[in-house]
Protein backbone atom coordinates (compact mmCIF):
# COMPACT_ATOMS: atom_id res chain seq x y z
CA UNK A 1 0.00 0.00 0.00
CA UNK A 2 1.20 3.70 -0.92
CA UNK A 3 2.18 5.64 1.86
CA UNK A 4 -0.07 8.29 0.50
CA UNK A 5 -3.29 6.38 0.52
CA UNK A 6 -2.36 4.73 3.61
CA UNK A 7 -2.13 8.60 5.29
CA UNK A 8 -5.27 9.58 3.83
CA UNK A 9 -7.40 7.06 4.90
CA UNK A 10 -5.91 7.06 8.48
CA UNK A 11 -6.69 10.86 8.23
CA UNK A 12 -10.29 10.34 7.48
CA UNK A 13 -10.83 7.63 10.03
CA UNK A 14 -9.48 10.37 12.50
CA UNK A 15 -11.71 12.92 11.60
CA UNK A 16 -14.23 10.30 11.14
CA UNK A 17 -13.69 8.86 14.88
CA UNK A 18 -13.51 12.75 16.28
CA UNK A 19 -16.48 14.19 14.54
CA UNK A 20 -18.51 10.74 15.70
CA UNK A 21 -17.08 11.38 19.56
CA UNK A 22 -18.01 15.23 19.41
CA UNK A 23 -22.15 14.11 18.63
CA UNK A 24 -22.09 12.17 21.33
CA UNK A 25 -20.33 14.65 23.88
CA UNK A 26 -17.75 12.44 24.06
CA UNK A 27 -15.25 14.54 22.78
CA UNK A 28 -16.08 18.12 22.35
CA UNK A 29 -13.95 20.16 19.78
CA UNK A 30 -13.84 23.58 19.08
CA UNK A 31 -13.30 24.17 14.96
CA UNK A 32 -12.61 27.58 14.88
CA UNK A 33 -9.30 26.63 16.83
CA UNK A 34 -8.14 24.16 14.26
CA UNK A 35 -9.13 25.78 11.61
CA UNK A 36 -6.65 28.77 12.79
CA UNK A 37 -3.50 25.57 11.67
CA UNK A 38 -4.79 24.67 9.14
CA UNK A 39 -1.76 26.24 6.87
CA UNK A 40 0.73 24.07 8.61
CA UNK A 41 -1.13 21.00 6.30
CA UNK A 42 -0.59 23.22 3.11
CA UNK A 43 3.18 23.65 3.83
CA UNK A 44 3.72 20.03 4.89
CA UNK A 45 2.12 18.88 1.49
CA UNK A 46 3.49 21.33 -0.54
CA UNK A 47 7.25 20.00 0.75
CA UNK A 48 5.86 16.43 0.42
CA UNK A 49 5.67 17.38 -3.51
CA UNK A 50 9.00 18.58 -4.17
CA UNK A 51 10.89 15.85 -2.14
CA UNK A 52 11.40 12.42 -4.61
CA UNK A 53 12.94 10.01 -1.64
CA UNK A 54 10.40 7.93 -0.67
CA UNK A 55 11.48 7.35 3.05
CA UNK A 56 11.78 11.55 3.35
CA UNK A 57 8.41 11.16 2.09
CA UNK A 58 6.93 8.61 4.37
CA UNK A 59 8.71 10.52 7.35
CA UNK A 60 7.01 14.39 6.33
CA UNK A 61 3.47 12.07 6.11
CA UNK A 62 4.19 10.60 9.50
CA UNK A 63 4.85 14.05 10.99
CA UNK A 64 1.85 15.70 9.31
CA UNK A 65 -0.19 12.80 10.80
CA UNK A 66 1.45 13.51 14.57
CA UNK A 67 0.38 17.30 13.97
CA UNK A 68 -3.30 16.16 12.57
CA UNK A 69 -3.80 13.89 16.00
CA UNK A 70 -1.79 17.05 18.12
CA UNK A 71 -4.20 19.16 16.54
CA UNK A 72 -7.34 17.07 17.40
CA UNK A 73 -6.12 16.91 20.91
CA UNK A 74 -5.64 20.22 21.37
CA UNK A 75 -9.26 21.25 19.87
CA UNK A 76 -10.61 18.68 22.20
CA UNK A 77 -8.94 20.48 25.11
CA UNK A 78 -10.51 23.61 23.93
CA UNK A 79 -14.19 22.08 23.85
CA UNK A 80 -16.95 23.27 22.20
CA UNK A 81 -17.70 24.80 25.05
CA UNK A 82 -15.32 27.36 24.44
CA UNK A 83 -16.81 28.85 21.52
CA UNK A 84 -18.20 31.17 23.75
CA UNK A 85 -15.25 32.11 25.53
CA UNK A 86 -13.82 33.21 22.24
CA UNK A 87 -16.62 35.52 21.26
CA UNK A 88 -17.37 36.12 24.36
CA UNK A 89 -13.69 36.99 26.43
CA UNK A 90 -12.12 39.81 27.59
CA UNK A 91 -9.71 42.16 25.53
CA UNK A 92 -9.58 45.32 24.06
CA UNK A 93 -12.43 47.92 24.61
CA UNK A 94 -16.14 46.52 24.02
CA UNK A 95 -18.50 48.84 22.15
CA UNK A 96 -22.08 47.97 23.17
CA UNK A 97 -24.31 49.24 20.82
CA UNK A 98 -28.08 48.96 20.65
CA UNK A 99 -30.38 49.39 16.89
CA UNK A 100 -33.93 49.53 17.06
CA UNK A 101 -36.84 49.91 13.71
CA UNK A 102 -39.85 51.18 14.90
CA UNK A 103 -43.25 48.73 12.91
CA UNK A 104 -44.24 51.16 10.63
CA UNK A 105 -47.96 51.14 8.97
CA UNK A 106 -48.45 48.92 6.21
CA UNK A 107 -45.34 46.55 6.91
CA UNK A 108 -46.22 43.25 5.79
CA UNK A 109 -42.74 41.71 4.79
CA UNK A 110 -39.54 42.38 6.24
CA UNK A 111 -35.94 41.50 5.18
CA UNK A 112 -33.12 41.25 7.67
CA UNK A 113 -29.38 41.36 6.46
CA UNK A 114 -26.47 40.24 8.79
CA UNK A 115 -22.60 40.92 7.81
CA UNK A 116 -20.68 40.10 10.15
CA UNK A 117 -17.65 38.35 11.52
CA UNK A 118 -16.76 35.31 13.73
CA UNK A 119 -19.29 35.83 16.62
CA UNK A 120 -22.46 34.49 18.81
CA UNK A 121 -25.68 34.99 17.56
CA UNK A 122 -28.99 34.61 18.91
CA UNK A 123 -32.92 35.08 18.09
CA UNK A 124 -34.85 33.92 21.27
CA UNK A 125 -37.14 37.07 22.19
CA UNK A 126 -39.79 39.06 20.11
CA UNK A 127 -40.86 42.58 20.27
CA UNK A 128 -43.24 45.35 20.15
CA UNK A 129 -40.84 47.13 17.08
CA UNK A 130 -40.25 45.95 14.33
CA UNK A 131 -36.49 45.13 14.72
CA UNK A 132 -34.13 45.15 17.87
CA UNK A 133 -30.30 44.21 18.61
CA UNK A 134 -27.94 44.46 21.08
CA UNK A 135 -24.51 43.79 20.08
CA UNK A 136 -21.17 43.93 21.76
CA UNK A 137 -18.00 43.82 19.88
CA UNK A 138 -14.32 44.83 20.25
CA UNK A 139 -13.45 43.74 16.84
CA UNK A 140 -15.02 46.25 15.26
CA UNK A 141 -18.52 48.56 15.07
CA UNK A 142 -21.75 47.52 13.47
CA UNK A 143 -24.07 50.12 11.24
CA UNK A 144 -27.47 49.62 10.67
CA UNK A 145 -29.64 50.83 7.19
CA UNK A 146 -33.09 50.56 6.97
CA UNK A 147 -35.12 51.03 4.29
CA UNK A 148 -39.16 51.10 3.46
CA UNK A 149 -40.74 50.21 -0.08
CA UNK A 150 -44.78 49.89 -0.37
CA UNK A 151 -45.25 47.02 2.46
CA UNK A 152 -41.84 45.89 2.88
CA UNK A 153 -38.96 47.33 5.32
CA UNK A 154 -35.67 46.01 4.44
CA UNK A 155 -32.82 46.04 6.80
CA UNK A 156 -29.10 45.69 7.15
CA UNK A 157 -26.69 45.25 9.91
CA UNK A 158 -23.33 45.18 9.14
CA UNK A 159 -20.19 45.08 11.45
CA UNK A 160 -17.46 47.41 9.90
CA UNK A 161 -13.81 48.24 10.39
CA UNK A 162 -13.19 44.27 11.30
CA UNK A 163 -9.93 42.91 12.24
CA UNK A 164 -10.43 39.48 11.90
CA UNK A 165 -7.07 38.40 13.70
CA UNK A 166 -8.76 37.09 16.63
CA UNK A 167 -6.62 36.73 20.23
CA UNK A 168 -7.54 33.66 21.63
CA UNK A 169 -10.41 34.14 24.56
CA UNK A 170 -10.33 37.87 24.16
CA UNK A 171 -12.04 38.62 21.38
CA UNK A 172 -16.27 39.46 21.78
CA UNK A 173 -18.38 40.04 18.72
CA UNK A 174 -22.29 38.75 19.73
CA UNK A 175 -25.59 39.69 18.98
CA UNK A 176 -28.69 39.46 20.54
CA UNK A 177 -31.98 40.32 18.29
CA UNK A 178 -35.53 40.55 18.89
CA UNK A 179 -38.17 40.47 15.80
CA UNK A 180 -41.89 41.40 15.44
CA UNK A 181 -44.26 38.62 14.91
CA UNK A 182 -46.57 40.26 12.58
CA UNK A 183 -44.86 40.54 8.99
CA UNK A 184 -43.25 37.78 6.79
CA UNK A 185 -39.20 37.40 7.24
CA UNK A 186 -36.76 36.91 5.00
CA UNK A 187 -33.41 36.51 6.85
CA UNK A 188 -29.49 36.43 5.57
CA UNK A 189 -27.07 35.74 8.20
CA UNK A 190 -23.29 36.11 6.47
CA UNK A 191 -20.59 35.46 8.97
CA UNK A 192 -17.09 33.68 9.69
CA UNK A 193 -17.17 30.81 12.68
CA UNK A 194 -19.77 31.10 15.06
CA UNK A 195 -22.41 29.76 17.65
CA UNK A 196 -25.83 30.80 16.48
CA UNK A 197 -29.53 29.37 18.57
CA UNK A 198 -32.60 30.78 16.35
CA UNK A 199 -35.93 30.37 17.64
CA UNK A 200 -37.52 30.49 14.76
CA UNK A 201 -41.15 29.19 16.23
CA UNK A 202 -43.08 32.41 16.23
CA UNK A 203 -42.75 33.91 12.92
CA UNK A 204 -43.52 33.92 9.66
CA UNK A 205 -40.26 32.50 7.79
CA UNK A 206 -40.21 32.71 4.32
CA UNK A 207 -36.66 32.47 3.87
CA UNK A 208 -33.21 31.75 5.97
CA UNK A 209 -30.05 31.76 4.40
CA UNK A 210 -27.01 30.94 6.58
CA UNK A 211 -23.51 31.08 5.44
CA UNK A 212 -20.62 30.71 7.84
CA UNK A 213 -17.41 29.37 8.61
CA UNK A 214 -16.68 26.62 11.25
CA UNK A 215 -20.17 26.52 13.30
CA UNK A 216 -22.24 25.92 15.85
CA UNK A 217 -26.10 26.22 14.60
CA UNK A 218 -29.07 25.41 16.09
CA UNK A 219 -32.44 26.48 14.83
CA UNK A 220 -35.91 25.69 15.31
CA UNK A 221 -38.77 26.04 12.81
CA UNK A 222 -42.24 26.86 13.08
CA UNK A 223 -45.49 26.37 11.49
CA UNK A 224 -46.72 29.73 10.87
CA UNK A 225 -45.33 30.16 7.07
CA UNK A 226 -47.47 28.24 4.44
CA UNK A 227 -44.13 28.00 2.67
CA UNK A 228 -40.32 28.18 4.39
CA UNK A 229 -37.28 27.84 3.09
CA UNK A 230 -34.07 27.40 4.87
CA UNK A 231 -30.59 27.62 3.13
CA UNK A 232 -27.67 26.17 5.01
CA UNK A 233 -23.89 26.84 3.44
CA UNK A 234 -21.28 25.94 6.26
CA UNK A 235 -17.54 24.73 7.01
CA UNK A 236 -16.90 22.40 9.64
CA UNK A 237 -19.52 22.60 11.61
CA UNK A 238 -22.32 21.08 13.69
CA UNK A 239 -25.98 21.66 12.25
CA UNK A 240 -29.10 21.08 14.06
CA UNK A 241 -32.57 22.01 12.70
CA UNK A 242 -35.33 21.31 14.28
CA UNK A 243 -38.85 20.99 12.42
CA UNK A 244 -42.62 20.93 13.22
CA UNK A 245 -43.84 16.97 12.71
CA UNK A 246 -47.11 18.76 11.26
CA UNK A 247 -45.58 20.36 8.76
CA UNK A 248 -44.18 18.18 5.56
CA UNK A 249 -40.82 18.77 5.09
CA UNK A 250 -37.95 18.25 2.34
CA UNK A 251 -34.39 18.15 2.76
CA UNK A 252 -31.76 18.20 0.09
CA UNK A 253 -28.18 17.78 1.32
CA UNK A 254 -24.74 18.48 0.00
CA UNK A 255 -22.84 16.65 3.36
CA UNK A 256 -20.89 13.27 1.51
CA UNK A 257 -18.10 13.54 4.33
CA UNK A 258 -20.10 14.46 6.98
CA UNK A 259 -22.34 12.45 10.02
CA UNK A 260 -25.86 13.43 9.21
CA UNK A 261 -29.22 12.41 11.20
CA UNK A 262 -32.65 12.49 9.42
CA UNK A 263 -34.66 10.25 11.77
CA UNK A 264 -38.28 9.95 10.87
CA UNK A 265 -37.21 11.19 6.79
CA UNK A 266 -37.71 8.84 3.90
CA UNK A 267 -35.12 8.85 0.94
CA UNK A 268 -36.46 9.07 -2.46
CA UNK A 269 -34.93 7.69 -5.52
CA UNK A 270 -34.57 11.57 -6.24
CA UNK A 271 -32.18 11.65 -3.31
CA UNK A 272 -34.44 14.34 -1.47
CA UNK A 273 -35.38 13.16 2.07
CA UNK A 274 -39.28 13.43 2.90
CA UNK A 275 -41.27 13.60 6.21
CA UNK A 276 -44.30 10.75 5.81
CA UNK A 277 -46.64 13.45 5.70
CA UNK A 278 -44.37 15.54 3.30
CA UNK A 279 -47.60 14.78 0.11
CA UNK A 280 -50.37 15.45 2.58
CA UNK A 281 -49.29 18.47 4.17
CA UNK A 282 -50.93 21.99 2.92
CA UNK A 283 -47.56 23.98 5.01
CA UNK A 284 -44.11 22.91 3.76
CA UNK A 285 -40.31 23.29 4.46
CA UNK A 286 -37.46 23.03 2.10
CA UNK A 287 -34.49 22.50 3.40
CA UNK A 288 -30.99 22.57 1.54
CA UNK A 289 -27.38 22.05 3.65
CA UNK A 290 -24.25 22.08 1.65
CA UNK A 291 -21.43 21.64 4.60
CA UNK A 292 -17.83 20.65 4.85
CA UNK A 293 -16.90 17.72 7.47
CA UNK A 294 -19.58 18.63 9.27
CA UNK A 295 -22.53 16.98 11.64
CA UNK A 296 -25.97 17.49 10.28
CA UNK A 297 -29.10 16.79 12.27
CA UNK A 298 -32.57 17.80 11.50
CA UNK A 299 -35.25 16.31 13.93
CA UNK A 300 -39.14 16.30 14.22
CA UNK A 301 -40.49 17.79 16.93
Known sequence: ???????????????????????????????????????????????????????????????????????????????????????????????????TQDLGKGVDNASLTIKAGAGSFTLDDTTSELFRANTESNIGHYTFDSDKNGATQTMELTLKGRDDRWTFGQSRNTVDLSLNTRPAWDLDLDVGACKANFDLTPYVVRRATIKAGASSIKIRLGARSDTTRLYLETGVSSLTVYVPSTVGCRIKDKVELSSKSFHGFVKGNDDYYRSPNYEASKKKIFIEADAGISSVKVERY
Open 1 to 99: MKVSRLFAGVLIVLLGIAIFLSNFDILRLNWHFIFRLWPILLVLAGISVLVSNPKWRAALYALTLILVIAWIVSAASEGWGRISNLFEGRGGDVQSQQF
